[in-house]
Every structure is written in structure tokens, then in C-alpha cells.
């Protein structure tokens, strides 16, 4: 007998494929990045159960430090607190289902009125949105869990968070299996929202409700838009992965895989990327294309027709395509666009052309005597930590970094300082000058506002005043004038247009979060400042970054 985690339904059914193959075994890879992609999401956990274990006066079950135990010493505990009625459990390992084929682990139990439990998980990610038409989002604070509350002009995300909900919905059944669900199959997540006034909470959701889209693999009637419940598309994929496991199983050491891999985004940290990557050609379209990337169902499609590299896609005629195209792609709205964009990407891709300019004559792109390029950074927790300055100034060319930073754990108190201090220098240094500061898309914008309104600031407030008529948006320039194949980004813009590396070998926001934990919580000092310098210097080299591309686009006529 075999069992399938909550994370198998959810996951390309590749890795459970290849998992039960007795040709295939897992490689050996490096853990590093492995641990630097999850580490903001183990931090951002441990964060919000620290708030609410701080916070909750009700009794907890916390089994984070009985992982060393026997699994079935481990089950019988968390089946004893729930026969007491504890009300919160952390971490319980649920006993597994080997008839239905399921072991599990969620992050949160919370008992409900009928003295069931309902699953609750703990995710790095924003689950709900805010909605003018009519919605309601239900939720509850980290320090009353149990206790749930109706908030207008909202709601959960269920489509951008399916994949949260299967999770939930593996553990929900888990749960019925011991008897220990509540009849109403109701779940929540905590993810980074963080909504006015009451701060981080869990948000709810009905797991029976028909609120997400089947699976296009039983989507056999073009014109059936009918939504499913999270169950019942949760049962759909996880029977799937059983009869996948079960059919591998069934395979010589010798037969070849059941199912060709298609590139997605779990190759970047999936352990089997290694036997995968072989199996693909170089030019494949899941590959190669991963900027608004083909989804797994419609990549299969392409190869049922005949066309499973950039270069074949480029090569054929969309408006052939589509007849046969279409009615197997009816899960996504805007298919044919999405094929569209695919095959101007495949063109490009085939002609050796990164980027396609889309207009004519000049760029215009704004200058100054004082030139100060700007990016910030922010914590796991979303605090901004860093403010950092690239001045050009043309009276004496001289260029030079400048950094406000604050390597702690930061509160409001602490971030509004660092931003004030930030902010106070800039004003001296633009006092009676003509001064221009350039970023990057409007995430510095975005970070200053929220900071001045939630401040109330009278520094904050003159720099959201001053960055109205002096603060440029360079990506909207690009975005205007650019089409790239792998997106207009600024390290793929930098890079692969102006000519500009990074020193860092893996540069990114995710990374420097994790680099950012360690400049604070090292094991040691000289790990702390290593990380510190690391954070550092990939900052400077962003804004050094936009000053290549700024300067990039001056040369073109």
C-alpha cells in the first residue's frame, strides 16, 4: 500500500510518476536553492504562529517538537488532543489513509462549533483581494481563530489560490476519514494579507462550493463552463495521481516513462528536474518560453497536433491551428491571444531577436542635472530595510552609491524612521536643484505611499508630494517601445539589451530576502556581514541597472 501527501494533487503529476517508476530514483541535488526559495515562506510561518500562539488564550496542541517521535506515536497524540477538544493543534500529523492512499500534515486544526475540525494552512503568498461588485470575505484574527467575522468589499482568491485549496481539501478528507471533520467543510489560509486595521488574518472559504474551474483533463464539453467545488476537483486530481502511481508501479525497471515531462514552474526547485530535463528537446516550447508561459494543458494540446518546439510553433500558421486548438483549451480565457503571443514569441525566438522594437525615431526618456536612481528592498515580514540611491550628477560627473539600511527586525515605528531618514536626505541633496529619481515599474511608489498614509508623516508626505512631479517610471518606457521574449524585467532589460551583470551568480528579490534573514540572524558575525555586504551590492547593482538601461536608451536614434 502507498500514500500520496496533500502536495501530490497539487503538484505536477510528473513527480508522482516518476516516484513510483522502479527504473527511476531520486538525484542528489544541491539543497541551497532549494532552501533559499522556501525560506521567506518557513520564516513568514514561524512569524504568524509565534503571533498567534502570543495571542490565543485557548488551549494548543503544538507538535512542531515531536517530529522525532515514531509516526505512529506522533498520530496518536494529535488524535488524543482532538478527542480532548483542544482547540488550536499546530503541526499534528494526521493517521494516514491507505485505502484512499493519503498522509498529511497540515499547519493548523481549528476546532469548530460542532466539535470537528477544519484545516487551515499558512501561505507566503496574498489570498484575497479587494472587489467593488458585491463580496464579503470571512475571516479571523490570529489571536481568535475560531471565532469568524464578515468583512464587505472582499474576498478570497479562489482560481490565483487553487492550489491552496486542494492542500486543504486533501486534509479535509483526511480528517473525515478519522471522523474528526466538521460537517460544514469550511478551511482557511493565512497569507501576507495584511487588511486595514486588523493586521494579518486567516481567511475562509467554503471547500463545497462550486467557486473553481474543473480540470481541463475532464473538461470534455467545449462549452461546459460549469465551476466545481475544491472537493470535487481535489478528488478528480488526486485519483489521477493514484492511478498514475499505480500504473508506474506496474512498469518494468527498463519500460520508458508513462508521461513526457513539460517544463512548468516547479522545475526550478523539484528534485527530479535532473531525470526531466534530459527528456526534453532544447528548443521546447515549455522551456523555452517563460514569459506568459503556455500552462501544462495547452502545451499537451500543441504536442497532440504537432508542435512541441519553438521552432515548429514559429513555422506554422496560428489561424490552422486553431480549429483543432481551441475546443481542447476552453480552461483558459483568452486562448487564442495567449497562442498568439506565444507563436510573435516563437518567431522572435527562432530569429536569434531578444527584444523587438515596436515603434519608431527617438526614445524619449527624461533627464537631469541630478540623476538619482532608486530600489528598495523588503523583508519577508514586507517591511521596506533598505533605500538605495544611485546619484549621478552632471555638474562634476560624478557618481556615487548611497544606502539607508537597516539590518534588525523592524516594526511601524522603525520602518517609518528608516523611510523618513531616507526621504530627509533627499530632500536636502534636490533643495534648489533640478533632480529626476528613476525606478523600476511603481513598487518604490507603491512602498512610499503606503508608508506616508499609514505614517501620517509630514517627511513621507512631502516625498509622495515631490515624487508626483519628480519621480519617472522607467519600465513604461520600455513597456512602450519593446516586446521582449523573455519579458521586459529589469535584470532580463539590463542584461540582455544594455549590457549590465550583476556580481551576485543568482540575483533576485526572493534571494535577497533570504540574504536578509541571515544578515540579521546569522549564526555568526562574520555570516551576518557577509550577508549584509551580499544585500548591499546586489542593491547597488540594481540601480546600477536602470542607470545602464537609462543610458542605453539615450543611444538609440
Not at 133 to 161: C, I, K, V, Y
Not at 225 to 240: I, K, Q
Not at 541 to 550: F, G, I, N, P, Q
Request: net charge negative.
Amino acid at each position: 500500500m502507498f500514500t500520496l501527501d496533500a502536495y501530490a494533487a497539487r503538484s505536477c503529476p510528473v513527480k508522482t510518476h516518476n516516484a513510483f517508476h522502479p527504473g527511476l530514483s531520486v538525484p542528489t541535488r544541491a539543497e541551497e536553492g532549494l532552501r533559499e526559495v522556501f525560506h521567506g515562506g518557513v520564516a513568514f510561518q514561524a512569524e504568524v504562529l509565534r503571533e498567534l500562539i502570543g495571542g490565543f488564550t485557548g488551549s494548543v496542541f503544538d507538535a512542531r517538537d515531536l517530529t522525532d517521535l515514531p509516526a505512529a506515536e506522533q498520530q496518536q497524540l494529535a488524535l488524543a488532543a482532538m478527542a480532548e477538544g483542544v482547540q488550536v493543534l499546530i503541526a499534528p500529523l494526521l493517521p494516514s489513509d491507505y485505502e484512499q492512499h493519503r498522509r498529511g500534515r497540515p499547519d493548523l486544526l481549528l476546532r469548530a462549533d460542532d466539535g470537528g475540525y477544519h484545516p487551515a494552512e499558512i501561505k507566503f503568498h496574498r489570498v484575497s483581494d479587494p472587489r467593488r461588485e458585491p463580496a464579503t470575505l470571512t475571516w479571523s484574527s490570529l489571536t481568535d481563530p475560531l471565532a469568524r467575522n464578515e468583512l464587505p468589499g472582499r474576498r478570497f482568491r479562489h482560481t490565483w489560490r487553487l492550489n491552496d485549496l486542494l492542500q486543504l481539501a486533501h486534509y479535509h478528507r483526511m480528517l473525515q476519514h478519522i471522523g474528526r471533520a466538521s460537517a460544514r467543510p469550511l478551511a482557511a489560509v493565512v497569507g501576507t494579507d495584511e487588511l486595514d486595521g486588523l493586521g494579518r488574518v486567516l481567511s475562509w472559504v467554503d471547500l463545497g462550493l462550486p467557486v473553481v474551474p474543473p480540470s481541463p483533463r475532464d473538461r470534455l464539453d467545449p462549452d461546459d463552463v460549469e465551476h466545481v467545488s475544491a472537493l470535487e476537483r481535489y478528488d478528480g486530481e488526486h485519483a489521477f495521481r493514484v492511478e498514475l502511481a499505480q500504473a508506474a508501479s506496474a512498469l518494468s525497471p527498463d519500460d520508458p516513462p508513462l508521461l513526457e515531462p513539460i517544463a512548468n514552474r516547479e522545475c526550478g526547485w523539484c528534485q527530479w528536474w535532473d531525470v526531466c530535463r534530459p527528456q526534453l528537446s532544447d528548443d521546447d516550447l515549455s522551456l523555452r518560453i517563460s514569459k506568459s508561459p503556455l500552462d501544462v494543458h495547452e502545451i499537451q494540446v500543441l504536442r497532440d497536433v504537432g508542435v512541441s518546439t519553438v521552432t515548429e510553433l514559429a513555422a506554422r500558421d496560428v489561424d490552422a491551428l486553431l480549429p483543432d486548438y481551441l475546443p481542447r483549451v476552453t480552461h483558459r480565457v483568452g486562448a487564442e491571444d495567449r497562442l498568439r503571443l506565444a507563436w510573435r514569441r516563437s518567431v522572435l525566438m527562432a530569429r536569434g531577436v531578444d527584444f523587438d522594437r515596436v515603434t519608431q525615431g527617438p526614445i524619449a526618456v527624461p533627464s537631469a542635472t541630478v540623476e538619482i536612481d532608486l530600489d528598495v528592498e523588503t523583508s519577508v515580514g514586507d517591511r521596506v530595510y533598505l533605500w538605495g540611491f544611485l546619484v549621478s550628477d552632471a555638474r562634476d560627473g560624478s557618481r556615487h552609491y548611497r544606502h539607508f539600511s537597516a539590518f534588525d527586525e523592524l516594526d511601524d515605528a522603525s520602518e517609518q524612521a528608516l523611510a523618513e531618514q531616507a526621504m530627509t536626505w533627499l530632500r536636502t541633496l534636490t533643495d534648489g536643484v533640478d533632480a529626476l529619481v528613476v525606478h523600476y515599474s511603481d513598487y518604490e511608489v507603491v512602498r512610499l505611499q503606503r508608508l506616508a498614509q499609514r505614517s501620517g508623516s509630514p517627511v513621507l508626505a512631502w516625498a509622495l508630494d515631490w515624487a508626483q512631479r519628480h519621480f519617472f517610471d522607467l519600465f513604461t518606457v520600455i513597456r512602450t517601445h519593446f516586446f521582449g521574449t523573455q519579458g521586459l524585467g529589469l535584470k532580463v532589460v539590463a542584461s540582455k539589451a544594455a549590457g549590465f551583470a550583476w556580481r551576485d551568480a543568482t540575483p533576485g528579490g526572493l534571494n535577497s530576502q533570504a540574504w536578509y534573514e541571515e544578515a540579521v540572524s546569522g549564526a555568526s558575525p562574520e555570516l551576518r556581514a557577509s550577508a549584509r555586504q551580499r544585500v548591499l551590492e546586489y542593491n547597488e547593482d540594481d540601480v546600477e541597472a536602470t542607470w545602464h538601461v537609462r543610458r542605453w536608451l539615450r543611444t538609440l536614434g
